[in-house]
C-alpha cells in the first residue's frame, strides 16, 4: 500500500471518533498554514525534494507531508507521482499563484486564501478576481424554463409540446 492510501485511510476514517478526526483536522490544517507561509515568502523558487526530505525541512512526520502533497497537487506546474510515492520518491513544490490561490478558495480555506503574505504576491484587485473567478467557476447557470406551449427551441415553429418536449 502506498502512503497517499495510508494517509487517505487515516485522514477519512469512518471508524475514528468524530473528536479525534476533528482534532487530527485541527492540527493539520495548523501545520499546512505553516508549510504555506513559509512557501509563499518566496513563490517563485521551486521547493524540491524527496518527501522524507521535505518532511524533515519542515519538522513534520512523513504522512503530514503527504498530507500536504495531495492538498498541493492540482496547484502544481509539474504533478508529482503521489500515487504511487515512498518516502525516497522525489518531489516538488512548484506551484502555479493564480492556481494555488483558487484551489484555497474553492476549498474553502480561508486560513490559507486569507494569509497576509498573499498581500506582497496579489494586490487586493487581484486577491477579489481570482476569488470571484473561483466562486464562479463552480456555479451553475440554468438556462431559461421552457413552457410547454413556447416555441420549440430547435426552430421548427412548432410549440415545444408537439415538437422537443414531446418525450419530456
Avoid: H
Amino acid at each position: 500500500m502506498g502512503l497517499l492510501q495510508e494517509w487517505r485511510d487515516v485522514a477519512y476514517s469512518q471508524e475514528t471518533d468524530k473528536k479525534q478526526l476533528q482534532k487530527f483536522w485541527t492540527d493539520y490544517f495548523l501545520v499546512e498554514k505553516g508549510i504555506y507561509e513559509k512557501l509563499l515568502t518566496n513563490p517563485d523558487e521551486v521547493v524540491r525534494g524527496t518527501v522524507k526530505e521535505l518532511a524533515d525541512k519542515y519538522g513534520i512526520p512523513v504522512m503530514t507531508m503527504v498530507g500536504f502533497l495531495d492538498g498541493i497537487d492540482d496547484s502544481l506546474k509539474v504533478k508529482n507521482p503521489i500515487d504511487e510515492m515512498d518516502e525516497n520518491t522525489e518531489v516538488n513544490l512548484g506551484f502555479d499563484k493564480e492556481m494555488l490561490f483558487k484551489n484555497m478558495v474553492d476549498a474553502k480555506a480561508d486560513w490559507l486564501y486569507e494569509l497576509p503574505v498573499w498581500d506582497e504576491i496579489f494586490t487586493p484587485e487581484q486577491r477579489k478576481k481570482l476569488y470571484m473567478d473561483a466562486k464562479k467557476a463552480n456555479t451553475i447557470v440554468k438556462g431559461p424554463k421552457i413552457g410547454r406551449n413556447d416555441p420549440c427551441p430547435c426552430g421548427s415553429g412548432k410549440k415545444y409540446k408537439k415538437c422537443c418536449g414531446k418525450n419530456a
